[in-house]
């Protein structure tokens, strides 16, 4: 077939689905009824369907079909896409904070400005910060179940900056790192971006399929597990201390790098150890204190095995060259005088109450949380399109993320995640039911 036929057919489709005359979630034929319709090669209809889904104009979907995506819907929302404005109820990003944490930042920057260490601050820090600080957040840790040496500790900038760090250290291209199918967004733009491969382990509302994850290490040379085993993001789960022996009886069976995530663990607080405390000999621990404290603090931790400190100081070298000075400073003397451990008791049970609200919102909807968490994931039924209600609850001034960010398996399930922490409480409820109408409408329509 000339080459612009093909192309043909393209541009059409796209200028049908543009133009609204193909509307979000219709089905669209098969590629072998394609190819028969406009006397096409199977090979080159398939062709056609590719191009136009690297367009971002439809979506192929295992065992059901290819249908027309929402348009409307930035593409890869969650990620790429901070599309909240100040007209818009965020339920795709949690940024959760605490009436009066503006006035406690004043009253810090007044305590450090009349320090006698500002000059200090000033000047360039030791690569993982400085050796007092990571005393103070080795004594956090501590009370938080991880007793670690202070030398073992590094500071970094957010928590997502400790996963990239500890990736450019130990990682390298076309390494294999176990991953749970629904997980953290962040670690998949690492994976595009250093070149490793993210490969799924199926998830259930209690955690990965281990037996799963074993198979996958006899078959593949996987390098290493990522893992939030305390407040999972996206499920809300918390790994029970039976299933972390087992996570790290794997990973020394199969000498596999252990990288444990935990920004959203301070929201449970009756939790099993860490993993790092478990196997503190193959365990990278990663947190901020973005979800705790504030986002823009920008301070976050990693705790590394003592071979490894040296390699992952290099990548905060290679990166930002050392520690935010002043934010640190400030947020080792919240540490130190208590303000930390406060925030961290009143955001849990600000995320009790809005899970409350919630599950009264959501009463008979099946969806998967944790009861102090600020994020839920509600999984759709099966005639509703995850696209469809992320684009329609668009136009309502509202956002939340589909569950294409979360997804490491080809094909994401439709489901939406919501996070709770970010809206006015005063309006959570008006939020939380304008997604279910809407869910219900694109059920039932």
């Known amino acids: 077939m000339p080459r612009a036929r093909y192309k043909q057919v393209v541009d059409e489709f796209a200028e049908d689905i543009r133009s609204g005359k193909l509307r979000p979630g219709t089905r669209l034929p098969t590629h072998r009824d394609l190819a028969a319709k406009h006397g096409l090669a199977l090979a080159t209809a398939t062709r056609a369907y590719a191009e136009l889904e690297g367009m971002g104009l439809i979506s192929g979907e295992t065992g059901r079909g290819t249908f027309v995506r929402e348009t409307a819907l930035p593409y890869g929302l969650g990620v790429d896409q901070q599309a909240a404005t100040d007209d818009m109820l965020d339920l795709n990003f949690n940024y959760p904070s605490l009436p009066g944490q503006a006035e406690l930042l004043r ?91 993210l490969v799924p382990i199926p998830v ?136 930390v451990a406060r925030f961290e008791v009143e955001k849990r049970q600000d995320a009790v109450g809005r899970q409350s609200i919630a599950a009264d919102v959501f009463a008979g909807m099946q969806y998967l949380s944790h009861p102090a968490s600020y994020f839920l994931w509600l999984p759709l039924m099966e005639e509703a399109r995850a696209d469809r209600v992320a684009g329609a609850l668009l ?26 922490g970010s809206v006015e409480l005063g309006m959570l409820t008006h939020a939380l039911a304008s997604v279910r109408r809407v869910v219900e409408s694109q059920t039932y329509c």
């Open 107 to 197: 009253t810090a920057l007044r305590k450090l400005a009349a320090s006698g260490d500002l000059d200090a601050l000033l000047r360039y820090q030791p690569h993982g910060g400085r050796p007092h600080e990571r005393e103070t957040v080795a004594r956090y840790l501590a009370k938080r179940g991880l007793a670690v040496d202070a030398s073992n500790v590094l500071i970094v900038d957010g928590a997502q900056h400790g996963l990239a760090t500890t990736a450019m250290a130990l990682l390298k291209p076309g390494d294999v790192v176990a991953v749970d199918a629904l997980t953290y967004p962040g670690i998949k733009v690492l994976a595009e971006n250093l070149n490793f491969e």
């Open 204 to 339: 259930d509302s209690a955690g990965p399929n281990l037996d799963a994850l074993e198979k996958l290490c006899i078959r593949r040379r996987v390098r290493a597990i990522y893992a939030q085993p305390t407040v999972q993001n996206p499920l809300g789960w918390v790994l029970r201390l039976d299933q972390r022996h087992d996570l790290v009886a794997l990973a020394r069976r199969y000498g596999l790098v252990l990288i444990e995530d935990a920004p959203y663990a301070f929201l449970e607080e009756n939790a099993p150890p860490p993993l790092a405390a478990l196997a503190p000999e193959l365990t990278v621990y990663v947190s901020g204190f973005s979800k705790s404290v504030a986002t823009g603090l920008r301070v976050g931790l990693v705790v590394a095995p003592s071979e490894w400190i040296h390699r992952i100081e290099r990548a905060i070298r290679a990166t930002t060259w050392n520690t935010p000075g002043l934010t640190t400073a400030i947020t080792c003397g919240w540490i130190e005088d208590g303000t």
């Open 395 to 420: 136009e309502r001034r509202i956002s939340v993320s589909t569950a294409q960010p979360f997804s490491t398996t080809a094909q994401a399930p439709h489901a939406i995640r919501i996070a709770l």
